[in-house]
């Protein structure tokens, strides 16, 4: 059977699918399915999620025929992107079909004027920006995985990143979405014709898909404010021999009235593993270092940066403000790059995605840093700690042995501990990359009885529970 | 599955946190979508294969033989997984793993969807036969299958010049003006025998900037076609050949101007043995003497700038096998330019492979004509009259796709534009 409620064998749901796509877009051997049974989660890797068949539909109709069918033969069906998600959100834990939306890459339209794109579903998001930076436009949300990760994947997880200090989370510039239902039905959020910026116009049906993890329908399309791309920006790099230093300076920014376009911190594992990747950085190996970003005028961006120069100088060992183009794309490719390359702070060993990145509130970050570490130290684990400090959303990442299974529990006991400072000190288990299968267990301790009204729109909205089930809810 | 290629497949595939990086880059995903033809996926079927999770099969070995080596997944993992490496290494256990038969339809598949074409067989007959290339090919009976696939691969060929360059060089090229070093040129398969014109010169402008010329008579094929098709043991048994060969020439230096041969020498003998034996010292002590002839140009003799004007407009294309094998990028453009009256025009993705990879281009010939659609787009905008490049295998493909737009543009080695330049032409 296909999947636990499928009322139809695999093989029977293969031949269909291949009736529905024809069968250039549907995969079904081995050593296919075998490449959809993870994503970047450590959790898919060390289990075997495998889907009956994958398909790759390229149109609203062909999704909505495709959720006709599962909602008649009650298979399960998981949404996926770019597979750069950490939680296994994109995995099919419970079997069935794998839907995966990539590959249906189109700019619908650049509505240069109303400030405004539509997108399907699989365009990436750097590709997004390359693209409506010649209308002097951009989308500023940029996530560590921006040259990969799609807008669909974007949505569903209400993604972030480097700038969201100033600019937020996606879900402030979704305007509308196109979204295929779990019984093929397609809706459109936002209003129909809409072109507003703005719209209170009945329930916020769009937010409710924000975050929603695939497990209230497909998203099919997506309307995007952008913004005017900056004319300029700066990047000032502090580096200092506290990390509660850096944590203070990041504060005492603020309090000057600054509010910088990007604020990250790098610990010193962080700070080697990007040395290692791109030597030509060579940046100074101490406990921390803050990037401080700063966009607008150019005026403004000079003057913003000397002041952070100033104040940063009071804790930090050495400062360095950049503002030529290949300085700067290269300080920040490195900080991007750090989710992966973080492997190469210790040798022979690899870092892994155990479901971290909690976020704390932002008087509390420097006592949630040495706490961090000082779990790393009970468990005899090295974590590298990196993120999004202007915003208090941290990663923390265990570099193990994952061939040693002794270090693999190690980090695991690691990243629970970590989950559980956060919701101890007032945080959140998850700032932008979800809940997924991962983080399922915290839900009911983090959330109480609004864990249960989530469950009542979830059944409302997917009766039969084909919609990625195995996510956000750990008892399905 | 053990280690071999000098390789432990469970250390190097843990490396991989299965970020998905490599899916921004990797040209065959580009085209093709589908997880299991990006970078990510054929690692996670190698690890697949590795713990028994999934057996050696056809359709494994389709998956990993539809990839260029290209490298560029390997250059840019921020984890450092040396992708690339651990796909040849892969090969190479399929190889053995599945045995000809079977290996000999995943390889065909390819080959034998392509669309109808018509010249005619003989010149690739010619190439695979004579060519290092074609030890596997006849191994695996591949060779067998030939004139079908031919058929279809012809096209790619150039006119196969009449006399090979072998045929063409003095065993000893004598410096012109002072000696500076003794250097043994390895000639490899493709530019003997479809390029001679660019061994000439390569000769030539050796010998203008100092050096004596030995070309070595019997050297073999490099082994860069064997070890992409996972037979390491010819690999091996031409590597040992070559050592010999170019130890007795007694020269100060290795040169090539065959991207693949100066990376496979210079680079890639040494994963064939064993660290520690003596075979190992020989490889380390032959990569410190081996380089790509830009290279040597503008590290070694310095180039001698040409004499006469030579009025072209001209663009680059970087081959896999020297940008990111050996990060050879700026010499060859400095070459270019030490040719008076050479307007450069640099183009966009410059490094972005040209889907030729040896036999790929014939293999895989859809996708590779559509990574090389995307390359000829990005030659056609600098409206340059040439295409230089430092690799055989790339100018039969970029010729082709020149071709096959009907432009006017004909692709040359640097070294060419500089001989040029120093005759007179
Ligand atoms: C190195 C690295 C750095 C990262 N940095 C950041 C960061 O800075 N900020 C951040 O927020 N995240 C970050 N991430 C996490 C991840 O990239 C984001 O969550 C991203 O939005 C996922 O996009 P994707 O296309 O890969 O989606 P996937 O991983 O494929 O899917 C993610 C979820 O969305 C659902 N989904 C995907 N497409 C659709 C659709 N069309 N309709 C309905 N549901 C859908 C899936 O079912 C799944 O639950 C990072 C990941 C990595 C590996
Ligand atoms: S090979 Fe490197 S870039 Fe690709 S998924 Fe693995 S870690 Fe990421
Ligand atoms: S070597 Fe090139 S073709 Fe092969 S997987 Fe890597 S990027 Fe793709």
């Known amino acids: 059977m296909a999947a636990g409620t499928a009322t139809v ?67 399960a069906v998981t949404p996926r992107g770019a597979g750069s998600g950490q939680t296994g959100g994109s995995v099919a834990v419970r079997g069935g079909i794998v839907m995966d939306l990539s590959a249906w890459d189109d700019i619908v339209e650049v509505d240069e004027v ?7 579903p699989g365009v990436v998001h750097a590709e997004l920006n390359n693209h409506i930076s010649s209308y002097g436009l951009y989308f500023p949300p940029d996530p560590g995985s921006s040259e990969w990760a799609t807008i669909g994947g974007m949505v569903a997880n209400n993604a972030s990143g480097l700038r969201a200090v100033k600019y937020g989370n996606t879900g402030q510039y979704v305007l509308g979405l196109e979204v295929v239902m779990p019984d093929g039905q397609v809706i459109r959020t936002g209003g129909l014709k809409s072109k507003a910026l703005k719209s209170v116009s009945g329930l916020n049906l769009t937010g409710l898909f924000l975050a929603s993890e695939g497990t209230l329908g497909v998203i099919t399309e997506v309307r995007l404010k952008v913004w005017p791309k ?21 504060l005492e920014v603020f309090k000057a009235g600054i509010l910088p376009s990007g604020i990250e911190i790098l610990d010193d594992g962080a700070i080697r593993s990007v040395n290692l990747f791109k030597p030509q950085l060579k940046l100074p190996e101490v406990e921390a270092a803050i990037f401080f970003e700063v966009n607008g005028s150019k005026a403004a961006t000079e003057d913003e940066g000397r002041q952070i120069e100033e104040i940063a100088k009071r804790r930090a060992g050495s400062v360095e403000m950049a503002t030529d183009a290949k300085r700067m794309k290269e300080l920040w490719t490195g900080r991007q790059a750090i989710g992966a390359a973080s492997a190469r702070a210790k040798p022979n060993a690899a870092r892994i995605f155990a479901g971290e990145d909690v976020c704390f509130p932002m008087a509390k970050v420097p006592e949630a840093l040495r706490r961090i570490k000082e779990i790393g130290r009970e468990h005899d684990t090295m974590v590298v700690i990196y993120g999004h400090i202007g915003d208090g959303n941290m990663h923390t990442a265990p570099i193990i042995d994952p061939l040693k299974p002794e270090e693999v529990e190690a980090a ?37 009885a609004a864990l249960t009204v989530m469950r009542r729109i979830k059944d409302c909205l997917d009766p039969k529970g084909i919609m990625n089930p195995g996510k956000i809810w750990a008892e399905e | 599955m053990e280690a071999t290629y000098q390789l432990d497949f469970a250390q190097e595939l843990k490396k991989c946190v299965r970020c998905g990086k490599c899916r921004t880059s990797c040209p065959v995903f580009h085209e093709l979508r589908g997880e299991s033809a990006s970078p990510r996926g054929r690692l996670a079927l190698v690890k697949a294969l590795q713990t028994g999770e999934l057996e050696p099969s056809e359709e494994l070995a389709d998956r990993l033989y539809t990839c260029l080596l290209c490298k560029t997944c390997a250059v840019d993992c921020p984890s450092g997984v040396i992708s ?28 034998l969807t392509r669309p109808g074409l018509h010249a005619s067989a003989s010149s690739l007959m010619r190439l695979y036969q004579k060519s290092g290339a074609a030890a596997m090919l006849d191994k695996t009976h591949l060779i067998e299958h030939l004139p079908e696939k031919a058929r279809a691969a012809a096209r790619l060929l150039p006119d196969v010049a009449g006399r090979p360059g072998r045929k063409r060089l ?14 043994s040129y390895f000639l490899g398969c493709a530019t003997n025998l479809l390029y001679p014109e660019v061994a000439e010169d390569t000769v030539e402008v050796l010998s203008r900037n100092g050096c004596e010329v030995v070309t070595v008579d019997d050297v073999k094929c490099c082994g860069m076609p064997h070890l992409a098709y996972g037979d390491m043991e010819t690999a091996r048994e031409l590597a040992r050949e070559n050592l010999r060969a170019l130890s007795d020439a007694g020269s100060d230096y290795v040169v090539s101007d065959c991207a693949s041969c100066s990376a496979t020498l210079g680079e890639t003998y040494q994963h064939l043995f064993d660290a520690g034996t003596p075979e190992h010292a020989r490889t380390k002590e032959l990569a410190d003497t081996v380089y790509d002839v830009s290279r040597f140009l503008v590290e070694v003799t310095g180039i001698q700038p040409g004499e ?3 009025e072209a407009t001209v663009t680059y294309h970087d081959p896999c096998h020297l940008s990111r094998a050996q990060k050879v990028t700026e010499q060859p453009r400095a070459v270019l330019r030490a040719v008076p009256g050479v307007e450069f025009r640099e183009m966009a993705e410059a490094d972005r492979c040209c889907g030729s990879a040896g036999s790929f281009s014939v293999m895989h010939h859809d996708i590779s004509t559509k990574i090389l659609d995307r390359k000829i787009d990005n030659v056609e905008a600098t409206q340059s009259e040439l295409v230089a490049t430092s690799c055989p295998t790339c100018t039969m493909q970029l010729s082709f796709g020149l071709r096959e737009r009907g432009s006017e543009a004909t692709v040359v080695h640097p070294v060419q534009l500089l001989a040029r330049s120093y005759r007179g032409e």
């Open chain 1, 9 to 75: 064998t695999a093989a029977a749901l293969v031949t269909d699918m291949v009736k529905l796509l024809g069968p250039e877009r549907v995969f079904h051997k081995d050593v296919d399915l075998k490449t959809y049974t993870y994503d970047s989660s450590f959790v898919s890797q060390i289990n075997n999620f495998t889907p009956e068949v994958v398909v790759m539909p390229t149109s609203t109709e062909e999704v909505s025929r495709i959720m006709r069918y599962a909602d008649q033969h009650g298979v």
């Open chain 1, 114 to 120: 109303n400030m405004q794109v539509v997108v399907r």
């Open chain 1, 230 to 250: 900056p004319p300029s920006r700066a990047i000032v790099v502090a580096y200092f021999d506290r990390l509660e230093d850096a944590a203070q300076s990041v």
């Open chain 1, 412 to 448: 695991q006991r690691v990243a629970e501990d970590i989950h559980r400072l956060a919701l101890e000190i007032g945080g959140a288990t998850t700032g932008e990359h979800g809940v997924g299968f991962v983080r399922a267990a915290f839900m009911e301790e983090e959330h109480g």
């Open chain 2, 84 to 111: 690339d490496e651990i796909f040849v290494a892969a090969r190479e256990y399929l190889a053995e793993a599945l045995g000809q038969p079977l290996m000999q339809r995943a390889l065909l598949r390819g080959f």
């Open chain 2, 170 to 183: 003095r065993e000893v090229t004598p410096a012109q003006g002072e000696k500076k070093y003794r250097v």
């Open chain 2, 308 to 310: 006469h004007q030579v």
